[in-house]
């Protein structure tokens, strides 16, 4: 009993709070009754199986992917459906995909100013200088005149990562962000994720990192089916899973 109302108490408080949330793509159910927390300054790694509904869950918390019921709350506000409203939502919620979704046609520096000038109303100056600033800080300073096209695979998602934090959001979303890189170039990208949750930055990551996740996650969370399965501290996790359908997951995945 006291661990329900445990959780009641930080659904309704966290930074990002998800309830009762469902999701359907035809008849397929991919989000089932969805309740989760994060606080501020936590890093959540939610891993699973594919088709678990990982990626899905991450989408939803932007409204790239609209819920069909439930509430999702941001900072104690309600996701808006549509306009400014949204804009600015999306502004405060910083996105990192498997792809780097950057612009071919404009420079790093380009790719990293744009949301800043365009959403926050910075001056060019202003913005040029924070750029400069974070690409620093995720190793890729001197690429800043370069297209998207002359970097590395690795280089071009660290230039996404900052350029999500170009608009200083509350909370970082990162959708499988090492899937789609050589695996030379994954661990500078882990790197940077790293630094960022010592710093304490809010963060929910959709990762088949495991290292990542025992090395940074304040928290796992394992989907399977569209259902949160069990969700532990990461070492809890990973020495002594308390479910079958997780002890299965990680009896494949770490044996390899």
Same mark, same amino acid.
């Given at each position: +009993?006291?661990?329900?109302? #445990?959780?009641?108490?930080?659904t309704? %408080?966290?930074?990002?709070?998800?309830?009762? &949330? @469902?999701?359907? !793509?035809?008849d397929?159910?991919v989000?089932k *009754?969805?309740?989760?927390?994060?606080?501020?300054?936590?890093?959540?790694?939610?891993?699973?199986?594919?088709?678990?509904?990982?990626?899905?869950?991450? $989408? #939803?918390? @932007?409204?790239?992917?609209p819920?069909?019921?439930?509430?999702?709350?941001?900072?104690?506000? =309600?996701? =808006?459906?549509?306009?400014?409203?949204?804009?600015?939502?999306?502004?405060?919620?910083?996105?990192?995909?498997?792809? !780097?979704?950057? !612009?071919?046609?404009?420079?790093?520096?380009?790719?990293?100013?744009?949301? =800043? /000038?365009?959403?926050?109303?910075?001056?060019?100056?202003? #913005?040029?200088?924070?750029? $400069?600033?974070?690409?620093?800080?995720?190793?890729?300073?001197?690429?800043?005149?370069?297209?998207?096209?002359?970097?590395?695979g690795?280089?071009?998602?660290? &230039?996404?990562?900052?350029?999500?934090?170009? +608009? *200083?959001?509350?909370?970082?979303?990162? *959708?499988? =962000?090492?899937? #789609?890189?050589?695996?030379?170039?994954? @661990?500078?990208?882990?790197?940077? /994720?790293?630094?960022?949750?010592?710093?304490? /930055?809010? +963060?929910?990551?959709? %990762?088949?990192? +495991?290292?990542?996740?025992?090395?940074?996650?304040? $928290?796992? &969370?394992?989907?399977? *089916?569209?259902?949160? &399965?069990?969700?532990?501290?990461?070492?809890? !996790?990973?020495?002594?899973p308390?479910?079958? $359908?997780?002890?299965?997951?990680?009896?494949?995945?770490? %044996?390899h």
């Amino acid at each position: +009993m006291s661990d329900s109302s #445990a959780v009641d108490t930080v659904t309704t %408080t966290g930074l990002v709070s998800l309830r009762d &949330v @469902n999701k359907h !793509f035809g008849d397929l159910h991919v989000l089932k *009754d969805i309740n989760l927390s994060i606080g501020k300054g936590e890093v959540v790694v939610v891993i699973g199986p594919s088709g678990s509904g990982k990626s899905t869950l991450c $989408r #939803a918390i @932007n409204r790239l992917e609209p819920i069909d019921s439930g509430t999702i709350m941001l900072d104690g506000q =309600p996701l =808006p459906g549509e306009g400014k409203a949204l804009a600015k939502l999306r502004a405060d919620v910083g996105m990192v995909f498997q792809s !780097f979704n950057l !612009f071919a046609h404009k420079t790093i520096l380009q790719n990293v100013t744009l949301g =800043p /000038m365009k959403v926050r109303g910075q001056s060019r100056s202003e #913005a040029e200088e924070n750029a $400069r600033a974070l690409l620093e800080r995720v190793g890729v300073a001197a690429q800043a005149d370069k297209y998207p096209a002359q970097l590395s695979g690795g280089q071009q998602q660290r &230039v996404a990562i900052a350029r999500a934090l170009a +608009m *200083d959001p509350k909370v970082m979303l990162f *959708d499988e =962000p090492t899937s #789609a890189l050589d695996p030379e170039m994954i @661990n500078e990208v882990l790197d940077v /994720m790293i630094g960022l949750a010592r710093q304490s /930055m809010t +963060m929910i990551v959709v %990762t088949h990192e +495991m290292g990542f996740a025992r090395k940074a996650a304040n $928290r796992v &969370v394992f989907m399977a *089916d569209g259902q949160i &399965v069990e969700e532990a501290e990461p070492e809890r !996790f990973f020495t002594d899973p308390q479910t079958k $359908r997780a002890q299965d997951f990680l009896s494949k995945i770490l %044996t390899h």
